[in-house]
């Protein structure tokens, strides 16, 4: 398992498969990585960086009730936004992250560095894992990504 963005990029591209992120958390961090690799426009379809719950749901088909019921951190939303990802750029791939960076818990009580990457794919298996991470707003936000970028390589078999 790598989150090596160079490895990810050629195996997709080896593969001729696309992808797309979802962010709220990394806001725009993963596919930021991701497109720093020459040649990943042949694989990067676009990212979206959602904060809002507005944006959640209106950019990536979030429902408005579950954002309501559950908050942003939740593995129902982390879920939904790598869904909506793959459904909104057409991608055979979607990667979400969603969490709380700090510092201090969200208005919900959901402590910091509580997170929840969701790993879409066009066969309609998606898979969503926790995390709990530590060392304050700016390691917890690099840690996410390195987080969403090796779900993406054990997605490859890179």
Not at 22 to 40: C, K, N
Not at 105 to 132: K, Q
Not at 144 to 153: I, K, M, S, W, Y
């Amino acid at each position: 398992m790598t989150s090596d963005p160079a490895a990810i990029i050629d195996r997709a591209a080896e593969l001729g498969l696309t992808i797309a992120t979802a962010e709220s958390l990394t806001a725009g961090a993963v596919v930021a990585r991701l497109v720093d690799v020459p040649g990943a426009s042949a694989v990067i379809a676009g990212g979206a960086a959602c904060y809002s719950y507005s944006a959640k749901s209106r950019v990536l088909g979030v429902d408005a009730g579950l954002l309501v019921s559950r908050g942003a951190v939740a593995p129902e939303v982390a879920t939904a936004m790598a869904d909506g990802a793959l459904a909104l750029y057409g991608t055979d791939l979607a990667v979400a992250t969603t969490g709380v960076a700090g510092p201090g818990p969200d208005e919900r009580g959901v402590p910091e560095g509580t997170l929840w990457v969701g790993l879409a794919r066009r066969d309609g298996e998606t898979s969503v894992r926790e995390l709990h991470l530590s060392g304050g707003r700016a390691r917890i936000r690099a840690a996410a990504v390195d987080a969403a970028l090796e779900d993406l390589g054990s997605a490859l078999g890179c």
